[in-house]
């Protein structure tokens, strides 16, 4: 299996930076591609931003797009979420995906979420 541990969340006004990180052990060598998303109160999960684990191949979601930077470093296996220009909307509990190629056996991966939280 691969684990997954975010950190990096925090309180910040609107239109302030904050910068996550995603530290991933175990069978990283499966990594495929990783993500991260988020939760807000009361609605459901959401994709943020994906990016290729050996590919520089990235997607974001409309509401982050000009926002938000999605990065990896390969040597440290860790994927990072650069958030600008946050807005009280952003507020979620943010979660970090490693997804597996398939035929290793090796499962999708989850992070145990870091509080994002912007004040208006």
């Known amino acids: 299996q691969v684990q997954l541990v975010e950190s990096g969340g925090g309180l910040v006004q609107a239109g302030g930076s904050l910068r996550l990180s995603c530290a991933a052990s175990g069978r990283t060598f499966s990594i495929t591609s990783m993500a991260w998303f988020r939760q807000a109160a009361g609605k459901q999960r959401e994709l943020v931003a994906r990016i290729g684990w050996n590919e520089d191949i990235t997607f974001y979601a409309d509401s982050v797009k000009g926002r938000f930077t999605i990065s990896r470093d390969n040597a440290k296996n860790t994927v990072y979420l650069q958030m600008n220009s946050l807005k009280p909307e952003d507020t979620a509990l943010y979660y970090c995906?490693?997804?597996?190629?398939?035929?290793?056996?090796?499962?999708?991966?989850w992070g145990q979420g870091t509080q994002v939280t912007v004040s208006s």
């Open positions: 995906q490693s997804v597996a190629r398939p035929g290793l056996g090796t499962p999708d991966s």
